[in-house]
């Protein structure tokens, strides 16, 4: 009984380690910190631009949807749930510039205001 505990034991602990090899918390910062995703958060990704296909008749309609959530968010000061929503607008459609000047915006109150001068610099572009 003890060998087939620790065997089981084993198992649950090396899924459990297997599953954080993604890196946490990315999807609080603009463009998911530019980290290379895990297998998990792309399937993920993937499941959520279907649904987005779905819901919208395109994908720059989706993404406008979630800047107008992201400044909504924003102005009510919940600011992980706006750099959510722009970071989901920015996985749709990267070329719209509100999706950058909102990371600007979050980077700035969050108190940062040095390094949100890039993200203006890309929504100018």
């Not at 918390?25 to 998911?32: E, Q």
């Not at 998990?40 to 993404?63: I, V």
């Not at 607008?89 to 980077?107: D, H, M, P, T």
Request: with cysteine; aromatic share 16%.
């Amino acid at each position: 009984m003890k060998t087939r505990t620790l065997v089981l034991s084993f198992i649950i602990f090396f899924f459990n380690c297997k599953s954080q090899d993604c890196p946490q918390g990315i999807n609080v910062l603009p463009m998911y910190g530019n980290a290379k995703k895990c297998k998990e958060q792309l399937e993920s990704d993937k499941e959520f631009l279907a649904e987005m296909d779905k819901e919208f008749d395109n994908r720059k309609d989706a993404a406008k949807s979630l800047i107008k959530s992201g400044w909504d968010y924003f102005y009510k000061n919940d600011y992980n749930t706006s750099m959510k929503r722009f970071n989901q607008a920015w996985l749709i459609n990267k070329e719209i510039y509100e999706i950058y000047w909102g990371f600007g915006n979050l980077v700035a109150v969050q108190g940062n205001p040095e390094n949100a001068l890039k993200y203006f610099d890309l929504a100018k572009k």
